[in-house]
């Protein structure tokens, strides 16, 4: 009988997005599913050690909300596979002493958001090249100083109180002057 009565007992509808914090040092699997919709998982994090997402619950009722949001989230993960693309290939073209080119991919990248710590990673995988060559430091620098006053202009920074935006601002500036002298 319990069973028969379980059969008709329906379970009350629910849906599942899968969230990733995306940025620099989120995996490509996590990226891949971030905004992902589904009424039963089959991807459940942690999908690996250190994994940050978590599946949000919500109710048929807001599914539409949550599709559109699903979209935005999907467009975001994608951006940021494409920065890491850019990014790397602007690295790449240092060796090749094609400045212009990098430095132009380096912008690209920089339209979709700009890290300090990719930056620090660059000056030292890149050590030996930047220390023989003042003109790329100082081209380099200038760039640079460029891209991170503008990354605060991103929407995701205008729930920001600006004095702490202007902290970060004036801490970045410096040390990309720093690594770059
Ligand atoms: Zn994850």
């Not at 069973?3 to 379970?11: G, H, P, T, Y």
């Not at 000056?123 to 620098?141: G, I, M, Y």
């Amino acid at each position: 009988m319990a069973v028969v009565m379980a059969l008709f007992q329906r379970k009350p509808e629910k849906y599942f997005q899968f969230y990733a914090q995306v940025h620099f040092l989120t995996c490509e699997v996590c990226l891949i599913h971030h905004g992902e919709i589904s009424r039963d998982p089959q991807h459940k994090p942690p999908l690996h050690p250190d994994c940050r997402c978590h599946l949000l619950e919500f109710p048929p009722t807001e599914l539409e909300h949550y599709r559109e949001q699903s979209e935005r989230m999907r467009l975001r993960a994608q951006q940021e596979l494409l920065r890491r693309k850019l990014w790397s290939r602007a690295a790449d073209r240092l060796n090749g002493a094609n400045y212009a080119q990098a430095e132009e991919l380096f912008r690209q990248a920089a339209q979709v958001e700009f890290y300090l710590e990719e930056v620090e990673q660059l000056c030292q995988e890149k050590r030996d090249l930047l220390a023989s060559n003042p003109e790329l430091r100082a081209r380099l620098q200038k760039l640079f100083i460029k891209c991170y006053r503008v990354k605060f202009s991103l929407d995701k920074y205008r729930p920001i109180p600006s004095r702490t935006i202007l902290l970060w601002e004036t801490q970045g500036l410096e040390r990309i002057k720093e690594l770059l002298l």
